[in-house]
């Protein structure tokens, strides 16, 4: 998606005549439904004013296209400007301006992190020449066009406010400003600027390279576990931008800062999709290539049952089996043992370990108190079972009890859904966990269907299965019945539908397995991981009655372990337990309904439901154009 695009005469006519953030404004409505703050649309007025100054030199080729707001695939982030053309050797190229408008910045002892201004507050953020590097570098990941079709790809940042102070082009930044160069304020730094795009666009392609760039189809998404080979040999091919780079840096500052005498607690909270798998991976890489002693955390198996199977022949069963461990393995751990843990989906933590849940006081306590930094990857809305106590309120409490400073961060950038934040936000309204503006869903960032029968969900979802890559899920409303009975199927809807559960044959290994598409999934073999395409049967235990979700734990099937005791839990606090068991089964499917990065299809058992959710997809109305100040003052 792009928000705006033109040929640099194009652009240079709407910025003399006309009020160019007015422009681009209209252009970002008509293009994603959405609206923008004040601080945006000064950004706007202010940085491609500036660069509009820059591409009015006369040896700048006039058809080369300027294009605003390019969407890199699979993330929720965009490019500033983007010029496509051709180089002075004929290949087609894209460089990528990422535009600041600082005009301060202080230097860290971090990889790639400055401190500078940003919405009022003095905060750390990454050098705009990482953030441009890794920009490119997810296009030439993401994009097959530059990734086999000969686009070349280069990218540079100009702070058109920024006097050069030796900060931040300090030798320490050196590898990213090589990367991707950095152009700052004055007469000289313009005409630098000028001669590196004419380097790179030294002829207009009037739009073409740009549409071969977007028309492109995007290369299957490097999942995480088919990474972490490279990953795991600090060659990670997931390059961490933004705030992922931000957080991950903080982090690795308290790990390395740690000690029994000073212990450390990070907590790091994220959404569906915002790589905190991705970021805790590369911690553990990190801190362990520094000598450290550490671990990766999980409870749920799955995820560490798929990073075993595609390391095997790389890394040594005891290796990994000392890397990756279950949560409840800290019972008898002596305080401080390890310099570091990684615990990632911190809100499947249990209160008791063992195969009884008979073992130990507390999974948090123990976890804090075997390690002189614990980093805590945390979303509290994929709790999924009654015994799921992972909260950051108590891991505060934890963290206090032991005397251990508390960080907390936040990742906010969405890469599962295609970068859709808005899919999310449309999932919590449609699911009523919490009420969103986002009343309506854009099936052009998020592919979303709802399906008539199961079969034909089913049949969807083999077709999208060209790379191993989706699969069919389902809520637990069904008995195992095929453990016992090996021929017989458990998932039987009308007359025609005939499925079995993933649970035995392939175990925590059934997202990968080969013929696992013809299998059913749950939530106990899919959490933590991803596919391309997910299928999602919604069975009995969630209906919409006038408008209203209603969920009904009865029809969970009584072998589902995620809900079990609630029954006892009703006799003594009836309405908190009800509240709870609610949350449940709604963030059950919240979860399953954002394992897919590129799209989701489901079927409703109960018809009355699947009507709610074929209405509630519907697009937005934006047949009426609004007026800028209306637009604007809509925003807020």
């Known amino acids: 998606m792009i928000v705006y695009e033109a040929t640099k005469s194009q652009f240079l006519h709407d910025s003399d005549n006309d009020d160019i953030e007015d422009v681009i404004l209209q252009?970002?409505?008509?293009?994603?439904?959405?609206?923008?703050?004040?601080?945006e649309m000064n950004a706007w007025k202010n940085s491609l004013g500036a660069m509009a100054k820059?591409?009015?030199?006369?040896?700048?080729?006039?058809?080369?296209?300027?294009?605003?707001?390019?969407?890199?695939?699979?993330?929720?982030?965009?490019?500033?400007?983007t010029l496509t053309g051709f180089n002075a050797q004929g290949q087609r190229s894209v460089l990528l301006v990422e535009l600041k408008q600082w005009s301060q910045a202080k230097v860290t002892n971090k990889d790639a992190i400055v401190r500078t201004a940003l919405g009022g507050n003095v905060r750390?953020?990454?050098?705009?020449?990482?953030?441009a590097w890794s920009y490119a570098c997810l296009l030439e990941g993401f994009n097959e066009a530059v990734h086999s079709g000969g686009i070349q790809v280069q990218a540079c940042a100009y702070l058109h406010n920024y006097v050069p102070d030796g900060v931040l082009d300090a030798k320490q930044y050196e590898d990213y400003t090589t990367r991707a160069p950095l152009f700052m304020k004055g007469k000289d730094q313009l005409e630098q600027l000028r001669s590196f795009i004419k380097q790179h666009i030294a002829s207009g392609d009037n739009r073409t390279v740009l549409h071969e760039l977007m028309d492109s189809p995007?290369?299957?998404?490097?999942?995480?576990?088919?990474?972490?080979?490279?990953?795991?040999?600090?060659?990670?091919?997931f390059i961490l931008i933004d705030d992922q780079k931000e957080i991950f840096e903080a982090a690795i500052a308290a790990g390395t800062a740690a000690s029994a005498e000073k212990p450390r607690v990070v907590i790091i909270q994220g959404g569906p999709g915002t790589g905190k798998?991705?970021?805790?991976?590369?911690l553990l890489v990190k801190l362990t290539g520094q000598g450290l002693n550490g671990r990766y955390v999980s409870k749920n198996a799955a995820p560490r049952k798929v990073y075993?199977?595609?390391?095997?022949g790389s890394i040594t069963r005891s290796r990994f089996s000392h890397l990756f461990v279950g949560s409840g393995a800290f019972v008898d751990t002596n305080a401080n043992t390890n310099d570091f843990l990684v615990v990632d989906e911190a809100h499947r933590l249990n209160e008791k370990s063992g195969l009884y849940g008979n073992l130990g006081e507390n999974q948090i306590k123990e976890l804090i108190n075997a390690s002189a930094c614990t980093i805590f990857f945390i979303d509290e809305d994929q709790r999924v079972t009654l015994s799921d106590i992972g909260s950051r309120d108590a891991i505060r409490a934890f963290a206090e009890a032991k005397g251990a400073q508390v960080e907390e961060y936040t990742l906010a950038s969405q890469f599962r859904c295609n970068g859709s934040d808005g899919y999310l936000a449309w999932l919590d309204d449609v699911l009523q966990v919490r009420p969103t503006a986002n009343r309506h869903l854009d099936s052009n960032l998020y592919e979303f269907k709802v399906f008539d029968t199961p079969e034909a969900l089913h049949a969807a979802i083999e077709k999208k299965n060209d790379h191993n890559k989706a699969r069919v899920v389902a809520?637990?409303?069904?008995?195992?019945?095929?453990?016992?009975?090996?021929?017989?199927?458990?998932?039987?809807?009308?007359?025609?539908?005939?499925?079995?559960?993933?649970?035995?044959?392939?175990?925590?290994?059934?997202?990968?397995?080969?013929k696992s598409i013809e299998q059913v999934g749950c939530i106990h073999t899919c959490q933590g991981l991803e596919v391309d395409y997910i299928g999602v049967i919604i069975g009995p235990d969630l209906v919409i009655r006038n408008g209203q979700v209603q969920t009904s734990?009865?029809?969970?099937?009584?072998?589902?372990?995620?809900?079990?005791?609630?029954?006892?839990?009703?006799?003594?606090?009836?309405?908190?337990?009800?509240?709870?068991?609610?949350?449940?089964?709604?963030?059950?499917?919240?979860?399953?309904?954002?394992?897919?990065?590129k799209g989701c299809y489901i079927y409703c058992s109960d018809e009355e439901t699947a009507q709610y959710f074929r209405k509630r997809a519907s697009l937005v109305d934006l047949s009426t154009p609004a007026t800028t100040s209306e637009l604007v003052a809509s925003a807020f």
Request: charged share 30%; aromatic share 6%.
């Open 124 to 131: 750390e953020t990454v050098h705009p020449s990482y953030q």
């Open 308 to 312: 075993e199977s595609k390391l095997a």
């Open 218 to 237: 995007i290369r299957p998404s490097k999942a995480l576990a088919d990474s972490l080979k490279g990953l795991l040999k600090a060659h990670p091919e």
């Open 54 to 81: 820059v591409l009015r030199a006369s040896d700048l080729a006039e058809d080369m296209c300027v294009a605003i707001e390019l969407h890199i695939p699979q993330t929720s982030k965009r490019v500033d400007v």
């Open 27 to 39: 252009s970002f409505k008509t293009a994603t439904g959405k609206l923008v703050a004040a601080a």
């Open 277 to 282: 798998t991705v970021v805790a991976l590369n």
């Open 475 to 514: 809520g637990y409303c069904w008995p195992w019945t095929s453990k016992k009975q090996p021929s017989a199927y458990d998932i039987v809807i009308g007359e025609n539908y005939r499925r079995k559960w993933n649970l035995d044959q392939d175990g925590s290994l059934w997202i990968i397995a080969e």
């Open 553 to 597: 734990p009865k029809m969970r099937d009584k072998q589902d372990r995620s809900i079990r005791g609630y029954k006892t839990r009703m006799k003594t606090a009836p309405e908190k337990t009800s509240e709870l068991v609610d949350l449940i089964i709604k963030n059950t499917y919240r979860t399953l309904m954002t394992r897919g990065m």
